[in-house]
């Protein structure tokens, strides 16, 4: 990782100086294949509100020098909404013991230089020394293979997911609306969780 980069972990109010700088890099990031989320300033930090009102949440911040390249959030996942929490308790979870990686977002200047590794680390180990997680998950959407905005060089992320010990779980899924880039309203994404047990 080059030597301008610093991360760095907040939570709860010490997220608040960050909340107008991770909005607009959420919504730059979004964009991009496979999310092509067409976002506003004002949902994506309404949004950020629930990590800032949580104390246990966490937001592992990258830096190169004052700027902020990338950002990655998690949280307990009783503090998530129903739609995340849904496929855990019709499969039979306990929620208080599971972490939930929520998003991470990256300009794609900074890529490839093992930043995306350093997030999952330190999200699981703020979730270590909360204690108590048996599991920590993540969520994904689910594009159709002739997405007509899939970029001929796309490399979905699977493999660098099970390299860090995470599975696809496909029973548990859900649904998130959320407007397209080439859409005019909202509509149900399915979304497929990832689970890593907790040694």
Known sequence: MSNTIRIERFSGKAIEPYIKELARLRIQVFREFPYLYDGTYEYEEKYLQTYLNCPQSVIVIAFDGD?????STAIPMQYETEEMQRPFIENGYDLSEIFYCSESVLDKHYRGLGIGVRFFEEREAHAQELGGFKYITFCCVERPADH??????????????????????????????WKDLDDAVETPKPMTFWLKHES
């Not at 700027?67 to 950002?71: D, Y």
Request: proline fraction near 11%; charge should be positive.
């Open 67 to 71: 700027k902020i390249v990338g950002a």
């Open 148 to 177: 007509p905005r899939r970029p001929a060089d796309y490399v979905p992320l699977d493999k660098f997911w099970n390299k860090r010990g995470y599975v696809k779980h496909p029973e548990l899924k859900t649904t998130y609306l």
